[in-house]
Nanobody, 112 residues
Framework: QVQLVESGGGLVQPGESLTLSCAAS????????MYWYRQAPGKERELVAS????????NYSDFVKGRFTISRDNAKKTLYLQMNTLNSEDAAVYYC?????WGQGTQVTVSS
């Protein structure tokens, strides 16, 4: 069964950091480009970042460039998103995506 399970979300204050994880199973993780998306209330789901199968190619949406870092550990079949200098506009449910499968999402709340 192809499955993606996110974790690491939570409540942080503006300016703080958070790292999300996405554990993959049931498919060849190391052969797939992987993605992080997010969806805030009342807004469409938007692409945050992507990473190539070997991790050499990384792309970011303009609104997270310089603050977020996507990475992966193919041996652990895990995708990561390191988020720094969080602000209220980063509050959303974050999803990982790959192999035509979505994870269930993890909530990130940014509030003082």
């Amino acid at each position: 069964q192809v499955q993606l399970v996110e974790s690491g979300g939570g409540l942080v204050q503006p300016g703080e950091s958070l790292t999300l994880s996405c554990a993959a199973s049931g498919f060849g993780f190391s052969t797939r480009t992987m993605y992080w998306y997010r969806q805030a209330p009342g807004k469409e789901r938007e692409l945050v970042a992507s990473i190539s199968p070997a991790g050499r190619g990384r792309n970011y949406s303009d609104f997270v460039k310089g603050r977020f870092t996507i990475s992966r550990d193919n041996a652990k079949k895990t995708l990561y998103l390191q988020m720094n200098t969080l602000n209220s506009e980063d509050a959303a449910v974050y999803y990982c995506y790959g192999a035509n499968v979505w994870g269930q999402g993890t909530q990130v709340t940014v509030s003082s």
